[in-house]
């Protein structure tokens, strides 16, 4: 990645005329496509003509992004509202008529987003896609968390969580990638989530890899020889699939660096769409036994650590989801481990907000790989009960090494540079800034190199902070 990012970035990516609503909204036909094959979009406008820009995300000085191709004017054309399965509740916009195919051919493997301008300067929005990488073997694979940025997706007034009414028994069942993103510009929760981690990983040099989750799951070898998987900063729902296939490599010596906080928390299950496989997401949550998918004989669309098929996170990750909503400082207690090692940090030192909004912990009642090492141990206190969050490290047999930070905010934080707190960015400041930088900067480039566990075997110290009765 470094000769890639060596080249001019484009400044001028990021969107400042959002437009009103359904001004200019689209959605691409797949969530990845490797270099050369067609991306076929689906857009809408109210403007009589558009442009489609592609811009691939990176570090490329400081720019972040870079123009890889444009578009000529286009014809606008307003396609028809979002249509509702009154069953599950599935909002979607397959019924648009596919308005533009792009030719991939030459595109850097990475992630993108596609601008979209109507020519009238009125308004923007983005098309999120990742160029998916065709060797993977030797490198450190970022995962884009799509099926998430899909579970928190309203466009059509419904996702996983909330439905026209706000009410619980009007959410949605399953999402579908067929529509545009209504949250964060079009962008889905990667420019939060995602971007500036992509950013600081592409800054260092390292040997890159990108894929989605869905890749993950769909291609048992992809992660064969793999240095490191990335997980971001909200990586909440996993396939069944991904979660075996990212286990059987870390237990052959793949490191997995969780750079946010409830990571493979909700099992889900893909199914076909109109447009092409893998195009919704399916988690019915406490509604799992009305599944028609469970009731032929598929795993539970719910949580992974409950009954049945009970498999806590834990055991992956070796931190276990434990709540939300929190904002609390985040609080060093193993300073002199070789992870914070120019950080600058004492014990007890603390970073004002750095915990939140979500959290995990060490939980030593729920399955944990020893031996691990807890290095940041933060009071919270979630609806009136007190609890910690855990920043961990931990080694396998394997060779394999596992970094959690315990706190969804650490990619924000990446970003953290006024000293006094950003309000727009949680009151975050640049000590939290440096101190998330400089350790994950420790995690990227150690992974990197191979299994970490090998060479950096993990100093159990549980009993410190959970001490058996």
Known sequence: MAAENALPGSPDWRITRRGPARAVEGFAERT????????????????????????????????RARLVWRSAH????????????PVTRTAHAAHWRRTVEVDTSGWPEGCYLLRLDTTDGKAQRYVPVTVRSTVTAGRTVVVNAVATWQAYNRWGGTDLYRGKTGKKG??????????????RNGAGQFLVYEAPLIALAERLGLPLAYATGLDVANDA??????RTVVSPGHDEYWSPEQRRHVTRAR??????????????????????????????????????AQDPGYQQGCPPTHEFRRMPARDPESSLLGVIYDGYPVDAPYVVTHPHHWLLEGTGARAGDSFPHLVGIEYDRVNPAHPTPRPIEVLAHSP?????????????????????AVFATGTMRWVE????????????????????GHFTRTVTTNVLRAFAVGPAGHHRPAQDNLATHYPVP
């Open 413 to 432: 934080a990446l970003d953290a540079t006024t000293p006094t707190g950003d309000r727009a960015n949680h009151g975050l400041d640049a000590r939290a």
């Open 221 to 226: 070898g992809l992660l064969r020889g793999v």
């Open 32 to 63: 990845s496509v490797r270099a050369g094959e067609p991306l076929a979009l689906r857009l809408s406008t109210v403007a009589r003509f558009y442009t489609v820009s592609a811009f691939r995300m990176g570090w490329y000085g400081g720019a």
């Open 170 to 183: 009007s959410r949605s069942l399953r999402v579908s990638f067929d529509r545009p993103y209504l949250n």
């Open 380 to 400: 919270v206190v979630r609806k009136g009960r007190p609890s910690f969050a855990d920043t961990a490290y931990l080694s396998l047999p394997g060779g394999a």
């Open 74 to 85: 286009l014809p606008g054309v307003l396609q028809p509202p979002a249509r509702t399965d």
């Open 251 to 288: 237990d052959a010596g793949m490191n997995l660096a969780v750079f946010g906080a409830n990571c493979c928390y909700r099992r889900i299950r893909s199914e076909a769409s109109p447009l092409g496989e893998d195009r919704i997401v399916v988690c019915y949550r406490d509604d799992y």
